[in-house]
Structures are given as structure tokens and as C-alpha cells.
């Protein structure tokens, strides 16, 4: 049976939730699911926006009959060539052969390459600002390359406001019967999930992010439709707002992330000390085991905060693989406008920290504090003034710090 929702008299939901998934690109968590969204506009030419991965295709194809109640489907709309957007469109192709593919010559090459079907002889190549009249609607095409994947673009409903952003303004998890963000309480159970997937997902592309967003300031939207998470047609400066934030690098809140690697607990106590001062003193914390946690939250965590700690145990002479790891990641992530301390342990040569400073001497506009915590085994007594030193330097390098905590 199907499962459409209605967005508007002729603007239908016609994705599907997959809840069976446990890591989204192989390399994600997604202990809540996800939404492939697709959506059918039905005028005087049909047209699909996008189609769904593979896993959830059957259940995509019966949405996409049931909407189009026996009407022809003119239009396939390809925003975004990744597999999870695009595994249908073989089987769509076969069933509706008549229909014009729309994309953009990058997107061209790219369903070459995933599929061998005739697709020259049905497709339409549309560039920058090229527009498309269905009837009562006209649809603009905007190039957004590189966010989060070259062919990129989005696609803007003149005729009711409406943006179809592909991968821009997307969220993790299954939708669980609603379809608009103002349905949930989003800010409380759907923003970690949201940062988690743009900083994850998108996060490396600031700039090209910024690109789309000065392009979407020129637009009258009221409405938005994402290819995953909810449809956002009321409050939608806060989404907005957020990706403003996440794609400058600039911190959302003052506070620290403190990620540590600990064997034996004697990096974690260090850690656990410098938490509790910081909280004394009215600092925001949030704390993370990197042999624990998921890499994906703790990189959004570091794009949420102003200032970073990195604790970490020296491993066969070199950073603790885990944190080794999580540095990598957060460097690739082109995390930025950052505050930094570091912890170092050692029993016989503490050299973690010396490679940590390496390691952030390769990312950009990063601050890293000079009082540098070294020790050797655990922390002696005498050492709680140098955790003492490093809280009065991260209050003294906040933005503002007469908001602390607040």
C-alpha cells in the first residue's frame, strides 16, 4: 500500500523512511533511520523531483502510482546523482520510458556512468537560471556545486515560493508520521541530528554553502523540501540562521568540547578536573571518550562550540589512534575559528601533544593555547594550577565573557 503526504492541492510527498539502516554511507550512525524524500507536482506537466535509494524502491514506486492516478509523468527532476537520491531511476525509466529527464550536463555524465539506458534521447539540460513552465508553475534552476557533490543544483517554485534544496537543509532520522518541521519540536529532538548531518555531510563545502545561501537570500521562500528530514514551511529563518553559522565556521555557543583518549583513566581524570573548573566558573561543557563515541558527534559537537580541548595519552610514540583519527577528520572537515588547549600524557615520553599541535597547524584560523598540560602517568597535585591556568585562558579568549553560561 502507499504512503503519500500532502504538501499542498497539487505538491505530494511520495519518499520513504528506511529505519533498517545503521550507517548511512557506511560511515554514519543513524540509530533513529532516515528519509529519502521525493515529490511529485502534478499541473499541466508532472514532475518528479528526484527519486530514492534502492532500499526503500518498491515502496517509492507505489507512492509515485498512487499520486499520479493513472496521469502520464512528464518530468524527472535530477538535483543530486548520489545512490541514495538516484538508485530508482533505472526502474522509474522502465516503467515511465516517455518521461524528459531535467539536469544539468554534470548530472548528465554522472547517470552515464550509473546507468546504460538510452539518456541523451530523453534529456533536457537546463544551466544556471534556466527556467521550466509546468502549467500554473515555472521552475527556476540554481547551480549548487559542491554541496555537497559537483552536479549539484536546486530547484525554486516561483509560483509558490517553494525551494527544493537536495542535500542543502537536511536532517538524520526517519520521519515518524510528520512531514513539517514545525509538527515536531525540532530545536529539541531534531537539531543535534540536523548540525550532525550538515557538519558530517556538508561541512568541508563553507564556502560553496555561503554560495547557495546568498543565492536563496534573493528568493521569496516560503517553503523549503529537503531530500532528507522535514519539510519546513513556517520559522524557517532557524534553519536558515544555523547553516549561516555552520558554513562560516563561526561558533554557535560559547563553551568547550573536551575529547579525550584514556587507557588507563589517568587522561580522562586530567580531563574530568578541567570540566569541573570550567563548570565552576559558569563555562558550557561537553564531553567525549573518542574510543567510544561516534566520530560524526563528536565533529559536530566541535562545530557547535568556541573552544576545543584535546586530551590525549601518547600511543607507540604517537597520538592515540582514536584521537589520531578524530584530528584527521575534524581537519578534512575544514573546521575553523577555533580555541584550542591540549593535554598530553606520557609515562616515559610524552609526545602526543607536540604531535596534536602538528596536526592543528594544518587547519585554518585556530588558536592554540600556550599553557600546554603535559603529564607523566597522572596528574600530580602541584598540576592543578596549570588546569587552573588553562580556565582563566579559555575565559580569557571567549567572545563574551560576561555571557558565560548564560
Same mark, same amino acid.
Given at each position: 500500500?502507499?504512503?503519500?503526504?500532502?504538501?499542498?492541492?497539487?505538491?505530494?510527498?511520495?519518499?520513504?523512511?528506511?529505519?533498517?539502516?545503521?550507517?548511512?554511507?557506511?560511515?554514519?550512525?543513524?540509530?533513529?533511520?532516515?528519509?529519502?524524500?521525493?515529490?511529485?507536482?502534478?499541473?499541466?506537466?508532472?514532475?518528479?523531483?528526484?527519486?530514492?535509494?534502492?532500499?526503500?524502491?518498491?515502496?517509492?514506486?507505489?507512492?509515485?502510482?498512487?499520486?499520479?492516478?493513472?496521469?502520464?509523468?512528464?518530468?524527472?527532476?535530477?538535483?543530486?546523482?548520489?545512490?541514495?537520491?538516484?538508485?530508482?531511476?533505472?526502474?522509474?525509466?522502465?516503467?515511465?520510458?516517455?518521461?524528459?529527464?531535467?539536469?544539468?550536463?554534470?548530472?548528465?555524465?554522472?547517470?552515464?556512468?550509473?546507468?546504460?539506458?538510452?539518456?541523451?534521447?530523453?534529456?533536457?539540460?537546463?544551466?544556471?537560471?534556466?527556467?521550466?513552465?509546468?502549467?500554473?508553475?515555472?521552475?527556476?534552476?540554481?547551480?549548487?556545486?559542491?554541496?555537497?557533490?559537483?552536479?549539484?543544483?536546486?530547484?525554486?517554485?516561483?509560483?509558490?515560493?517553494?525551494?527544493?534544496?537536495?542535500?542543502?537543509?537536511?536532517?538524520?532520522?526517519?520521519?515518524?508520521?510528520?512531514?513539517?518541521?514545525?509538527?515536531?519540536?525540532?530545536?529539541?529532538?531534531?537539531?543535534?541530528?540536523?548540525?550532525?548531518?550538515?557538519?558530517?555531510?556538508?561541512?568541508?563545502?563553507?564556502?560553496?554553502?555561503?554560495?547557495?545561501?546568498?543565492?536563496?537570500?534573493?528568493?521569496?521562500?516560503?517553503?523549503?523540501?529537503?531530500?532528507?528530514?522535514?519539510?519546513?514551511?513556517?520559522?524557517?529563518?532557524?534553519?536558515?540562521?544555523?547553516?549561516?553559522?555552520?558554513?562560516?565556521?563561526?561558533?554557535?555557543?560559547?563553551?568547550?568540547? =573536551?575529547?579525550?583518549?584514556?587507557?588507563?583513566?589517568?587522561?580522562?581524570?586530567?580531563?574530568?578536573?578541567?570540566?569541573?573548573?570550567?563548570?565552576?566558573?559558569?563555562?558550557?561543557?561537553?564531553?567525549?571518550?573518542?574510543?567510544?563515541?561516534?566520530?560524526?558527534?563528536?565533529?559536530?559537537?566541535?562545530?557547535?562550540?568556541?573552544?576545543?580541548?584535546?586530551?590525549?595519552?601518547?600511543?607507540?610514540?604517537? =597520538?592515540?589512534?582514536?584521537?589520531?583519527?578524530?584530528?584527521?577528520?575534524?581537519?578534512?572537515?575544514?573546521?575553523?575559528?577555533?580555541?584550542?588547549?591540549?593535554?598530553?600524557?606520557?609515562?616515559?615520553?610524552?609526545?602526543?601533544?607536540?604531535?596534536?599541535?602538528?596536526?592543528?597547524?594544518?587547519?585554518?584560523?585556530?588558536?592554540?593555547?600556550?599553557?600546554? =598540560?603535559?603529564?607523566?602517568?597522572?596528574?600530580?597535585?602541584?598540576?592543578?594550577?596549570?588546569?587552573?591556568?588553562?580556565?582563566?585562558?579559555?575565559?580569557?579568549?571567549?567572545?563574551?565573557?560576561?555571557?558565560?553560561?548564560?
Amino acid at each position: 500500500m502507499h504512503c503519500i503526504k500532502r504538501i499542498s492541492d497539487d505538491l505530494v510527498w511520495v519518499g520513504a523512511n528506511d529505519r533498517r539502516l545503521a550507517m548511512f554511507e557506511g560511515i554514519y550512525s543513524v540509530p533513529t533511520g532516515v528519509s529519502y524524500n521525493s515529490y511529485l507536482l502534478t499541473d499541466e506537466k508532472n514532475v518528479l523531483f528526484d527519486t530514492v535509494d534502492k532500499a526503500v524502491q518498491q515502496r517509492f514506486l507505489e507512492n509515485v502510482v498512487e499520486a499520479l492516478e493513472g496521469r502520464p509523468l512528464d518530468y524527472l527532476i535530477v538535483q543530486h546523482m548520489e545512490p541514495d537520491h538516484s538508485a530508482a531511476m533505472g526502474e522509474l525509466i522502465r516503467r515511465y520510458p516517455d518521461v524528459t529527464i531535467v539536469c544539468n550536463a554534470k548530472a548528465l555524465t554522472m547517470i552515464q556512468q550509473f546507468y546504460d539506458f538510452d539518456v541523451e534521447s530523453r534529456v533536457q539540460i537546463v544551466k544556471e537560471n534556466d527556467t521550466l513552465n509546468t502549467g500554473k508553475h515555472t521552475l527556476h534552476f540554481i547551480m549548487a556545486p559542491m554541496v555537497h557533490w559537483p552536479e549539484v543544483m536546486v530547484t525554486y517554485d516561483s509560483t509558490d515560493r517553494i525551494l527544493f534544496s537536495a542535500d542543502a537543509f537536511g536532517c538524520f532520522g526517519a520521519l515518524n508520521g510528520a512531514l513539517f518541521a514545525d509538527e515536531v519540536n525540532f530545536e529539541r529532538d531534531y537539531m543535534d541530528e540536523a548540525r550532525r548531518y550538515y557538519t558530517n555531510i556538508v561541512g568541508k563545502y563553507g564556502k560553496q554553502t555561503e554560495a547557495l545561501l546568498k543565492k536563496a537570500s534573493a528568493l521569496a521562500i516560503e517553503r523549503i523540501c529537503p531530500l532528507h528530514g522535514f519539510v519546513w514551511r513556517k520559522n524557517l529563518q532557524d534553519i536558515l540562521s544555523k547553516y549561516g553559522r555552520w558554513s562560516s565556521y563561526e561558533p554557535e555557543e560559547t563553551g568547550v568540547m =573536551i575529547a579525550y583518549a584514556s587507557v588507563y583513566g589517568n587522561t580522562e581524570n586530567a580531563a574530568e578536573i578541567l570540566a569541573s573548573k570550567l563548570w565552576d566558573r559558569g563555562v558550557k561543557v561537553q564531553m567525549f571518550d573518542v574510543s567510544v563515541t561516534a566520530a560524526s558527534e563528536i565533529l559536530s559537537a566541535a562545530f557547535r562550540w568556541s573552544h576545543l580541548v584535546f586530551a590525549s595519552t601518547t600511543y607507540n610514540a604517537g =597520538i592515540f589512534v582514536t584521537m589520531e583519527a578524530l584530528l584527521s577528520d575534524l581537519g578534512a572537515h575544514n573546521i575553523q575559528h577555533r580555541t584550542v588547549g591540549i593535554i598530553e600524557n606520557g609515562s616515559w615520553a610524552a609526545a602526543s601533544g607536540g604531535l596534536i599541535s602538528d596536526q592543528l597547524a594544518k587547519w585554518k584560523d585556530i588558536r592554540v593555547l600556550e599553557n600546554r =598540560i603535559s603529564i607523566k602517568s597522572a596528574l600530580q597535585a602541584e598540576q592543578l594550577r596549570e588546569i587552573d591556568a588553562m580556565v582563566d585562558a579559555i575565559i580569557a579568549t571567549c567572545p563574551d565573557p560576561l555571557g558565560i553560561g548564560k
